[in-house]
């Protein structure tokens, strides 16, 4: 079981940029595929992106392809979003989890991966 705890987050201009960060613990973090998603209040989660357990695939939602990048350490059991040009509607709290299952194809939605953290806050104000 992989468990995490994501931060990061805070208040920026639209415009702006933040890199948020999502440590695990558990064994074997190495072999699981890791994605971030996001809730906006009065939303459904959505998901953002996607990591395979080796760093070697990424996937992005299309509304954040070209302004969000999602990379891991393994070394250091972590793994970041950086996000740029951010916009009003990226406003949402965001969280991180593993894949549902080790050394399993890159995850592409919500339901591919397992327990999400407590999530960080994101707020770009206009």
């Known amino acids: 079981q992989v468990q995490t705890v994501e931060s990061g987050g805070g208040l920026v201009q639209a415009g702006g940029s933040l890199r948020l960060s999502c440590a695990a613990s558990?064994?074997?973090?190495?072999?699981?595929?890791m994605g971030w998603s996001r809730q906006a209040p009065g939303k459904e989660r959505e998901f953002v992106a996607s990591?395979?357990?080796?760093?070697?695939?990424?996937y992005y939602a299309e509304s954040v392809k070209g302004r969000f990048t999602i990379s891991r350490d393994n070394d250091k059991n972590t793994v970041y979003l950086k996000m740029n040009s951010l916009k009003p509607e990226d406003t949402a709290v965001y969280y991180c989890?593993?894949?549902?299952?080790?050394?399993?194809?890159?995850?592409?939605?919500?339901?591919?991966?397992?327990?999400w953290g407590q999530g960080t806050q994101v707020t770009v104000s206009s």
């Open positions: 989890a593993a894949g549902r299952y080790s050394l399993t194809p890159i995850g592409r939605s919500v339901a591919d991966f397992g327990s």
């Open positions: 990591i395979s357990w080796s760093g070697g695939s990424t």
């Open positions: 558990g064994r074997a973090f190495s072999a699981y595929g």
